[in-house]
Each structure stands twice: as structure tokens, then as C-alpha cells.
T-cell receptor
Framework: QQQVKQSPQSLIVQKGGISIINCAYE??????FPWYQQFPGKGPALLIA?????SEKKEGRFTISFNKSAKQFSLHIMDSQPGDSATYFC????????????FGAGTILRVKS | NAGVTQTPKFQVLKTGQSMTLQCAQD?????MSWYRQDPGMGLRLIHY???????DQGEVPNGYNVSRSTTEDFPLRLLSAAPSQTSVYFC???????????FGQGTRLTVV
């Protein structure tokens, strides 16, 4: 049973468009939500992360929106570029008690030029 | 600065064979972990270590052993390979358990 549910499984977006990936969780003890980006043949790399006391975090073209009451968070990629084509994983961790990082199933993003 | 180094990058095993996947980090990180990545399932934790001499099981530990004799190295052993262990394996390290995880480039293992 996946503790973090991620959708969609795959996404095709035109260059310049907005890519949106959604995640949902049940464990209210989760207190840190990172997103990882993975290019083919490479390991995942941290992209951006948010704590649940913040509703939005923006880094360049990447924004995380967080809805604590709905237990949902999402990644928005503005002005999507072909170089953004990768697999994106949302994740969650309960930092205070040293619990482990749990990942969503991943979203394969393809940005068409 | 090498970061997290995994070897080999690719491996084909026959059912029943054993092998060790190597992982080394040069960042003096306390926490190291092994994940397997399968299509549609994300990354699932196999084993982890919070420091030299200390290891524990993750979500999918069956068929795998680990040890942590030094801070730098965290090998993953497959005792008797099965086709269900065909996967991409990633080693990760972090300064402490709940800080940013740095991943290696992965080992693609095929068991025939």
C-alpha cells in the first residue's frame, strides 16, 4: 500500500506550457515533502521541498503548492522546457521520529518542442 | 567530489547466483540506504544504516543482506538471485536520516 499516491503516471506537455503533478498522503505525521527529479540512467536528485506550515514554495520555474487540510501537494512547472523531460517523484518523511523517506510511484514528464 | 558511487552499472545473473552491489560515499554521511526502483512503484527501501555497525530493514528486505563496517561503504548482497529481483538498485546517503538524500547512478540488475 503506497503511503504517498502520485498522479498522473505520465504527462505530455507542449513547450511553454504548465506541467502539474499531484500527490496525496494519509499519514498526518509527515512533516517534510521533497520532490525528486530523475533523468534516464541517473539517480534521483532533490528538486525542491516544502514543510506543511508553508502553503507554497517557489524556486525559479518550479512551485510546490501544499494543502494541509486536504493532505495534498502538487508540483507546478511553469514554462515547461524539453530539458524538463524526466521522471518526477514526490516523497514524504516524518523527520521528528526518524522515519524513512517514502516515495510516490513517479510521473514521467515529456515536454514536446 | 565523487558523491555516491555504485558499481557495477549493469549486471546479469542467473537464478540462484549470489553477488554484491557496491556503494561508497565520500561525504562522511552517517545515513546510507538501498532502494529498488520498479516501474509504477517508485523507489522502495530495502535496507538502511544510521552509522557504521548499525543496519536495519526497510520495506522490502527479503533476499538481501547488508553490512556497514565503515562510514564510507554500504554493500548490498543478493544471497540467491531470483527473477523477482530484476530491478534498478539505488544507493543513497544523507548527512543524517532526515536530511537531503544523495543518490548514486544506479545498478541495473537482470536475473534470468
Amino acid at each position: 500500500q503506497q503511503q504517498v499516491k502520485q498522479s498522473p503516471q505520465s504527462l505530455i506537455v507542449q513547450k511553454g506550457g504548465i506541467s502539474i503533478i499531484n500527490c496525496a498522503y494519509e499519514n498526518t505525521a509527515f512533516d517534510y515533502f521533497p520532490w525528486y527529479q530523475q533523468f534516464p540512467g541517473k539517480g534521483p536528485a532533490l528538486l525542491i521541498a516544502i514543510r506543511p506550515d508553508v502553503s507554497e514554495k517557489k524556486e525559479g520555474r518550479f512551485t510546490i503548492s501544499f494543502n494541509k487540510s486536504a493532505k495534498q501537494f502538487s508540483l507546478h512547472i511553469m514554462d515547461s522546457q524539453p530539458g524538463d523531460s524526466a521522471t518526477y517523484f514526490c516523497a514524504a518523511i516524518e523527520r521528528e521520529y526518524g522515519n524513512k523517506l517514502v516515495f510516490g510511484a513517479g510521473t514521467i514528464l515529456r515536454v514536446k518542442s | 567530489n565523487a558523491g555516491v558511487t555504485q558499481t557495477p552499472k549493469f549486471q546479469v545473473l542467473k537464478t540462484g547466483q549470489s553477488m554484491t552491489l557496491q556503494c561508497a560515499q565520500d561525504m562522511n554521511h552517517e545515513y546510507m540506504s538501498w532502494y529498488r526502483q520498479d516501474p509504477g512503484m517508485g523507489l522502495r527501501l530495502i535496507h538502511y544504516s544510521v552509522g557504521a555497525g548499525i543496519t536495519d530493514q526497510g520495506e522490502v528486505p527479503n533476499g538481501y543482506n547488508v553490512s556497514r563496517s565503515t562510514t564510507e561503504d554500504f554493500p548490498l548482497r543478493l544471497l540467491s538471485a531470483a527473477p523477482s529481483q530484476t530491478s534498478v538498485y539505488f544507493c543513497a546517503s544523507s548527512l543524517r536520516q532526515n536530511t537531503e538524500a544523495f543518490f548514486g547512478q544506479g545498478t541495473r540488475l537482470t536475473v534470468v
